[in-house]
Nanobody
Framework: QVQLVESGGGSVQAGGSLRLSCAAS????????MGWFRQAPGKEREGVAS???????SYADSVKGRFTISKDNAKNTLYLQMNSVKPEDTAMYYC????????????????????????WGQGTQVTVSS
């Protein structure tokens, strides 16, 4: 059973930086596509960034140029480097794992697909103050 545990969330001022981590267990490193998603109160779950087994990345337009997704297969750990954060980045951030076959056919950042077919962590809260 795949297990994902996020860490690194917290409070930060606008313009600052934060690094989220996701420790994965229960599968061999590099066998799933991995992604970061977020959900703010009253809003839909939103895809932030994803990375496939070859390291190719996809980003939401709202975070391009500011956030970077990366992974360390040897450590089974996924990262999200968040720079120049804005108040609208405030949300619960979730790490997710999904078969790359499904992700490639149904959407690299489609929250519904990842939610229904993938594995999810419990989330880590990010709060950005202005």
């Amino acid at each position: 059973q795949v297990q994902l545990v996020e860490s690194g969330g917290g409070s930060v001022q606008a313009g600052g930086s934060l690094r989220l981590s996701c420790a994965a267990s229960g599968y061999t490193g590099g066998t799933y596509c991995m992604g970061w998603f977020r959900q703010a109160p009253g809003k839909e779950r939103e895809g932030v960034a994803s990375i496939d087994t070859d390291g190719r990345t996809s980003y939401a337009d709202s975070v391009k140029g500011r956030f970077t997704i990366s992974k360390d297969n040897a450590k089974n750990t996924l990262y999200l480097q968040m720079n120049s954060v804005k108040p609208e980045d405030t949300a619960m951030y979730y790490c997710a794992a999904l078969s790359c076959d499904i992700a490639s056919r149904r959407g690299w950042l489609d929250g519904g697909t990842w939610y229904h077919f993938g594995y999810w962590g419990q989330g880590t809260q990010v709060t950005v103050s202005s």
